[in-house]
């Protein structure tokens, strides 16, 4: 009988010298419909799958890139960290989780404001940062947004803020709350003086940031296939104790309800912005 | 009468007070010393356990069955001087949000507020105090008529929640509320809440911005519920006291930490044990805000409520 079971070459053969190596990240597996692109054409792609056109999420560095021109802009008050009013400790320290996540996100809070140019026109954006404690908004969110609006009203200039969060942040509790109000608040204040906002919800974008200034913009567009809602899926689906409809809280979803102008794939996202901004401060 | 598990010290000598009064009675003994020790004794011990609640305590008392909820503060501030006005005008008639036109004293004021039910079948019937999408246009409509014939808004809030069902996501739960707040902060005429019972979230917001806004002393306010913040932050349900202690959702707590501008006391042993009282301190304290607001102009007032909410918030600066 063949001796099938027993190895006749010891060990690995290659040697250590001619062994080949697969860089990291040369590859991207799409999160939707599984298939593998070269993670240049990835990129190129905005991040966009290119077969089934599912919007990878991005950081506001990606978007800040994508819509300002040459990539050049002057980020606004760098300095906001969150403080830890209310010594708030559930299963670990809020102070702890706050340096954890300046630690392996390299950002300050769940916002970056910046102030630069769409295709030579001057605009400030907010972009929400989902990989900071769940793109969640604090006191820092709201001073941010609050102090960006005070620049728009000095500089006249239009608004854009992209959404991508969770909702409150818990541990500040009613502070987190109250920032619901004061970005409204300070939202009328750039209505009263006629210059626009857009709103661009990403996915996802649920909770009291819906609640709140996502829903708030002169126009409210949105990437395909964003989660966007108040309570979040799995809260509506205990509520109602069945299955939910297919598409449900779907950008597309949204936008039939009435509550989106208009949905843009990222990789017109800046013409469409650029083109808004034209058409209306003409 | 329902009771809550820390008032048994109460119960116990209220049980004590009937018996006696029973004894007394059958046997014509003149018992009249020991009945009034025992309700001294009765007002003591309440005294002594409303002082030292705990906040889940609090958030108890907020939701108990027999608190007065905002249909009984209108009927009793406006002495039934109250129609109430009903439809967003869009879908539906919210029955969770109530609102409609009353006098104090001869006054005309809004009213809008949550309403919950006090049995099982009203409680059903307001949805439990949880109002969709059409019960924050319903207000916002409501709002935007008094500013109209010029006069004062007052809301109540007592819910546990904006209503998360599949209706309410495809009406726009969020932009509805978004909508008030905007709304509210532009408004022309002065706007005073007061939470009566819970404060929750989003969805008490959504009514809850104004000029004046105060916290009865046994209610609670903040971004979510001390039982789906253990939930969430301990997964599990049995975190419910630590989370209400870690929210800081206390009338004591908010008003320390500026986030509400005042706290109305409540009669011993909490509203509930006294309604009549109650109603009597609110409108007592409702008159004065209402007179004090009106000596400023609409810019004035609009330009300290926007100022009031911007002024929220804490954090650090760090320095480069």
Redesign the interface.
Same mark, same amino acid.
């Given at each position: 009988m063949a001796n099938w079971f027993s190895r006749i070459k010891q060990g690995i053969t290659t040697k250590t010298k001619d062994k080949k190596e697969t860089p990291e990240g040369l590859w991207y597996k799409c999160d939707s419909c599984h298939k593998i692109v070269p993670h240049e054409d990835h990129e190129n792609n905005f991040f966009v799958c290119t077969d089934c056109g599912y919007h990878q999420r991005i950081n506001s560095k990606t978007y800040l890139k994508i819509l300002f021109d040459e990539n050049k802009y002057k980020e606004l008050n760098p300095?906001?960290?969150?403080?830890d !009013?209310?010594n708030?400790?559930?299963?670990k320290k809020y102070k702890e989780r706050l340096i954890t996540s300046i630690q392996n996100t390299g950002l300050?809070d769940a916002i970056t404001t910046a102030y630069g140019k769409i295709d030579g026109q001057k605009a400030v954006i907010g972009c929400m940062n989902f990989e900071f404690i769940g793109g969640s908004m604090?006191?820092?969110v709201?001073?941010k947004i609050?102090r960006a609006i005070d620049l728009c009203l000095e500089k006249k200039v239009p608004l854009i803020l992209i959404s991508k969060s969770g909702g409150?942040r818990?541990m500040?509790?009613?502070?987190?709350?109250?920032?619901?109000?004061?970005t409204?608040?300070? $939202?009328?204040?750039l209505?009263s003086a006629k210059l626009p906002y857009i709103s661009i919800l990403t996915d996802p974008t649920t909770?009291?940031v819906?609640?709140?200034?996502?829903?708030?913009g002169d126009i409210n567009m949105a990437e395909p296939g964003a989660l966007i809602?108040?309570?979040g899926p799995r809260?509506?689906k205990e509520?109602?104790g069945k299955a $939910? !409809?297919k598409g449900?809280?779907t950008a597309e979803f949204v936008l039939e309800?009435?509550?989106l102008d208009l949905i843009v794939h990222r990789k017109e996202l800046k013409t469409k912005v650029a083109q808004l901004i034209r058409l209306y401060s003409n | 009468m329902t009771h809550l598990d820390f008032e048994k010290p109460v119960i116990e000598l209220c049980e004590q007070l009937e018996k006696a009064k029973q004894i007394a009675e059958k046997s014509n003994i003149d018992m009249s010393t020991s009945l009034t020790e025992i309700e001294k004794r009765i007002d003591i011990t309440r005294k002594e356990i409303y002082k030292n609640l705990s906040p889940w305590q609090k958030v108890q008392i907020s939701r108990h069955p027999e608190r007065p909820y905002t249909l009984s503060y209108i009927q009793a501030i406006t002495d039934n001087d109250f129609i109430e006005l009903h439809g967003d005008r869009n879908v539906k008639d919210d029955k969770a949000i109530i609102g409609g036109i009353g006098s104090i004293d001869g006054e005309s004021v809004m009213f809008i507020g949550h309403q919950k039910g006090n049995n099982t079948k009203m409680r059903q019937y307001r949805n439990f105090g949880m109002a969709n999408p059409e019960g924050y246009r319903k207000a916002l409509r409501l709002m935007k008529m008094a500013e109209k014939f010029n006069k004062p808004i007052i809301t109540f809030i007592d819910t546990p929640g904006?209503?998360?069902?599949?209706e309410?996501?495809?009406?726009?739960?969020?932009?509805a509320?978004?909508?008030n707040?905007?709304e509210m902060?532009?408004l022309k005429v002065p706007v005073i809440c007061v939470v009566i019972g819970e404060g929750a979230?989003?969805g008490a917001?959504?009514i809850?911005?104004g000029d004046k806004v105060f916290m009865l002393e046994y209610t609670w306010?903040?971004?979510?519920s001390p039982e789906s913040?253990s939930s969430?932050?301990?997964r599990s349900w049995d975190?419910k006291e630590?989370?209400a202690e870690?929210?800081?959702?206390t009338a004591k707590d908010?008003f320390s930490?500026k986030?509400i501008d005042g706290i109305i006391e409540e009669p011993i042993g909490g509203a509930h044990n006294n309604p009549d009282e109650m109603y009597k301190i609110v409108k007592r304290e409702l008159k004065k805000y209402i007179a004090k607001l009106k000596l400023l102009s609409p810019e004035e007032r609009i330009q300290k409520?926007?100022e009031k909410?911007?002024n929220?918030?804490?954090?650090?600066?760090?320095?480069?």
């Open positions: 300095e906001l960290i969150a403080a !009013p209310l708030f400790v559930d299963t300050t604090g006191s820092v709201g001073e609050s409150a818990m500040e509790a009613a502070f987190s709350l109250m920032q619901m109000a004061k409204s608040a300070k $939202l009328t204040l209505a909770g009291g819906t609640a709140s200034y996502a829903m708030l809602g108040f309570a809260v509506v509520t109602i $939910l !409809p449900f809280q309800h009435g509550f | 904006a209503f998360p069902g599949l309410a996501e495809e009406r726009g739960q969020g932009e509320i978004a909508r707040l905007f902060f532009q979230s989003g917001l959504g809850g911005v306010y903040s971004v979510i913040c969430i932050l301990w975190y630590k989370a870690a929210l800081k959702l908010m930490n986030l409520r926007i909410f911007c929220m918030g804490v954090y650090d600066e760090i320095k480069n």
